[in-house]
RNA sequence: GGCGGCGUACCCAAGUGGUUAAGGGAGAGGUCUGCAAAACCUCGACUCAGCGGUUCGAAUCCGCUCGCCGCCUCCA
């Protein structure tokens, strides 16, 4: 079995080949700290934590590399209408986006380089195109890509520059060799940022930063490149000019862009004022459940967001959880399949086709009814295996991963808190109740058992009692 | 205008040339239960936006039409 992704750069699905056996090295955008991240960055955020999980448990050495994009105009802008310090303020979303990470059950990444710590990385970068012919400075110190003076520009986003030109919405700028050519280096207005440089006081260009951390992390070529569909043209085009033009290099191996979250068939997104914030939707669902509904789907599909679809994957999520403890309660033995057993084979064929996160969740909820089976007719062997097969795919899918008992302890809490009930007044109930079935008293028994229902909590009378749980 | 993608049951969503079109939710019937719930079992698209074509054979390849979306400007 060999591991196949679609590589943007060839529109194909590619087989797999790491450039070192054995190991990989991945880079992906990651976030632009302005703001707080949104549903789309969650999307971003679970898609590559899962496919370096699933890597790693397929055997791979992963090495992660994720920026962090700590200056821009944005953030500058941001900073000022906020009268804070721009560094001030982009340290306050990087430790929001820490929050989000982690509540999502995502690894952080090995290196979180900012672009701030790689100034003279950046520098040295661009002196290099500069001593080769591809950058020039105009005016006071603002320094360019010359795009017409490298030839393959536009083969990554499959565009050519005469049509980029015809159809172009940029402002021309008249200092410009070509409409197309693209900042490296910014020079400072009055009250900005800026780093001392050779073309005077200035930041760097935005695509400049990936193209220095990346090649100073994981080499000047590396495996894999990822972001969001929406970074392939501008952003990836330019920094795979920016590194192939200063060395030669083919930079990227396999370039892997994930589609948007949509919200009603529109893309979400800050300046359509769409967007929600994930930690904002965290109040009011599971994260291992958005999590899981992020993962239903192929990356390379849309997503629509939505609440009913978000309690959807939720309820699909406790029940899987609701079985494992089935399976603790009756002493099934836990174990797990590594990927090169045959029962994890079907999972890994599934994420071995570019990652198809979506079968994987199909297989395990037919594990998870074979478990259920099992565990009906008290065959514990065969309970044990079907665990088994759902264990590895949350291994692999980052899910699953928290006790049953703790996960829905506190699932059933919050439910029960939103309802405005503490867990004595629940089992105080449960007392009533038993007490009027007992002198069968069904009617008052029912009574007592629709009540809690209205509140949201369910009551379930098994051999050993009456439980309750979030409805 | 250029480039790219999508349209599968009531809803979400896999499948992309070949036995019965994954899986989840909702729905119907059943087992179990004082009644429920949960769990399990059964049922559910003669059909894959529409129309043509290629093929022994297509949801899957090609063409056209309709509808929707994205990139080309900051963007995950």
């Given at each position: 079995m060999a591991l196949v992704l679609y590589n943007t750069r060839s529109r194909c699905e590619e087989t797999f080949q790491p450039l070192v056996p054995g190991r990989i090295s991945i880079y992906v955008c990651g976030i632009t700290v302005y703001d707080r991240c949104h549903v789309g960055h969650a999307r971003s955020l679970v898609f590559f934590d899962t496919v370096v999980r699933y890597l790693r448990w397929r055997g791979y050495e992963v090495e992660f590399v994720r920026n962090i994009t700590d200056i821009d105009d944005k953030i500058i802008n941001r900073a000022r209408e906020r009268a804070e310090p721009w560094k001030d303020l982009a340290d306050r979303f990087i430790a929001a986006m820490h929050r989000d990470v982690e509540a999502l059950g995502c690894l952080r990444p090995d290196i979180e380089p900012r672009a701030t710590d790689h100034i003279g990385e950046m520098i040295e970068l661009i002196a290099t195109l500069e001593r080769r012919g591809l950058a020039y400075k105009v005016g006071d110190g603002d320094v360019y890509f010359a795009?017409?003076?490298?030839?393959?520009?536009g083969g990554l986003s499959g565009r050519n520059l005469e049509e980029m030109q015809a159809g172009a919405r940029v402002d021309i700028?008249?200092?410009?060799?070509?409409?197309m050519d693209f900042a490296l280096w910014k020079s400072a207005k009055p009250d900005e940022p800026w780093w001392p440089s050779p073309w005077g006081n200035g930041r760097p260009g935005w695509h400049l930063e990936c193209s220095a951390m990346s090649m100073k992390y994981l080499g000047r070529v590396f495996d894999i490149h990822g972001g969001g569909?929406?970074?392939?043209?501008?952003h990836h085009e330019n920094e795979l000019a920016q590194s192939c033009g200063a060395y030669?290099?083919?930079?990227?191996?396999y370039w892997i862009h994930h589609a948007f979250v949509r919200i009603d068939q529109e893309k979400m997104s800050k300046s359509l004022g769409n967007a929600f914030a994930i930690e904002d939707v965290l109040k009011e669902v599971e994260a291992e459940g958005l999590r899981l509904h992020l993962l239903s789907?192929?990356?390379?599909s849309p997503l629509d967001f939505s609440a009913a679809g978000i309690a959807e994957s939720t309820r699909a999520l406790v029940r899987a959880y609701e079985t494992l403890a089935r399976a603790d309660e009756a002493g099934v033995a836990a174990r797990e399949y590594g990927w090169e057993s045959p029962e994890a084979a079907p999972l890994v064929e599934a994420m071995d086709a570019d990652f198809n996160t979506s079968r994987a969740v199909g297989i395990l909820f037919e594990s998870l009814r074979e478990a259920n089976r099992a565990l009906d007719a008290g065959d514990a062997g065969r309970a044990a295996e079907a665990v088994a097969v759902m264990r590895a795919v949350g291994r692999g899918l980052g899910?699953?991963?928290?006790s049953p008992s703790e996960f829905l302890g506190s699932y059933n809490a919050r439910g029960a808190s939103q309802a405005g009930l503490a867990a004595a007044d629940i089992e105080r109930l449960i007392v009533a109740r038993r007490e009027a079935r007992s002198a069968k008293d069904f009617r008052r028994a029912d009574e007592l058992r629709a009540e809690l229902l209205g509140q949201g909590i369910v009551l379930e009378d098994g051999p050993a009692g009456t439980t309750w749980r979030r409805a």
């Open positions: 795009v017409t003076d490298f030839p393959p520009y700028d008249e200092r410009k060799r070509s409409p569909e929406d970074l392939i043209f501008p030669d290099t083919d930079f990227v191996r789907v192929h990356y390379r899910l699953l991963l928290r």
